[in-house]
């Protein structure tokens, strides 16, 4: 049986299970909504098969598509496992679809079973696709291709050429336009690979850091149109709040809720207790994981580089001008 089988095998016996969990409301417990159970079956199954993964690297990192298809290097040119790390490789449907590729998960594990944007669906079932189930002969490796929707990098570049890459064109995470525009082939929220957070990306990660979940809100907010028009409301539960699910760096997967909140500016949101974030020579405060909380660290050049847990989707990888990597996080379009 393999890890895909194992995960739809074990989520028939989850629904029956209860759970507790502390969040940022407090502590809720009681019987669980089986598709939240079965969310969370979907989740601890990609969160293994990544585990798998690093198992499989020296230093233990999660899969990393940058670095599965590195750019090409100025003195051995384009070949496998050589040359610097492709940071602009390091966004979300290239992530799925690399892992996808090499058969660690399957085109429908990626999708929630709570999912209620209309633009979100398993690769082959919209008409948009170009072809009606993954294309596993994409992965060619001797051409420098390795998932469904990479592109090679060229043969030989410069001394100074920094990498280049662009949003997967075929494998999408577009979950910002409406329908006709918008189209997403994956629901999950995962860590942001840029920045310090890349050391958390790795089998070895603590228990106080964050890996993948259910997509958030804007920013998020918890008030306001951005809270209560967003799509992610009405995936588990009450639909006036938000509900989900975060797996843990130690693969523990919990669930966590967010109420709508009257001060914004005080009441800490979208987080677990044990989860804090501290600017440099700052006190820590509480870390909202689906909000870019280093913004908040004032002038300091390279602020966006810090470790805060920032869960989201990102089409693509930009050049913060420094030649360093910055995710450009993309939540779902307002519904009405």
């Keep these: 049986m393999n890890l ?21 409301t407090g502590i809720r417990s009681g019987a669980a909504d089986p598709v939240l159970l079965l969310d969370q079956q979907h989740q601890r199954t990609i969160h293994q098969a990544m585990v798998i993964f690093g198992d499989r690297n020296a230093d233990g990192s999660l899969p990393r598509p940058g670095r599965i298809n590195r750019f090409t290097s100025f003195s051995l040119g384009r070949q496998q496992g050589v040359g610097p790390e492709n940071f602009e490789k390091n966004s979300s449907g ?3 679809s ?18 209620r944007n209309p633009v979100v669906g398993a690769f082959g079932t919209r008409p948009e696709d170009p072809c009606e189930s993954y294309d596993y002969t994409a992965y060619d490796p001797a051409n420098d291709v390795y998932w469904m929707g990479d592109v090679a990098d060229p043969n030989v570049v410069g001394p100074s050429a920094p990498p280049r890459g662009f949003p997967n064109q075929l494998f999408r995470s577009r979950i910002h336009r409406p329908p006709g525009i918008g189209v997403s082939h994956t629901s999950y929220a995962h860590l942001m690979l840029a920045g310090q957070r890349r050391l958390d990306w790795n089998v070895k990660a603590s228990s106080d850091r964050v890996l993948l979940g259910t997509r958030g809100t804007k920013s998020g907010q918890a008030t306001g149109d951005n809270y209560q028009r967003s799509w992610t409301l009405l995936f588990f539960g009450d639909p006036d709040v938000w509900i989900g699910n975060v797996v843990r760096g130690d693969g523990r997967v919990e669930r966590l809720e967010q109420g709508e909140v009257e001060n914004p500016s005080t009441a800490p949101t979208f987080g677990f207790r ?20 280093f913004e908040g660290c004032g002038t300091t050049s390279d602020h966006w580089n810090m470790r805060d847990g ?27």
């Design 274 to 293: 044990d989860l804090v974030f501290q600017c440099r020579d700052d006190r820590p405060r509480p870390d909202n994981i689906f909000n870019a909380d």
């Design 94 to 96: 290239h992530l799925y």
């Design 310 to 336: 920032w869960l989201g989707l990102n089409e693509i990888i930009i050049d913060d001008g420094d030649g360093n990597p910055r995710p450009l996080v993309r939540t779902d379009w307002l519904r009405d």
């Design 4 to 24: 895909i089988e194992l995960g739809v095998t074990s989520a028939s016996a989850l629904v029956l299970g209860s759970f507790v969990v502390a969040g940022t």
């Design 98 to 115: 690399a892992m996808i590729a090499q058969e660690y998960i399957d085109s429908n594990v990626v999708i929630s079973p709570g999912e």
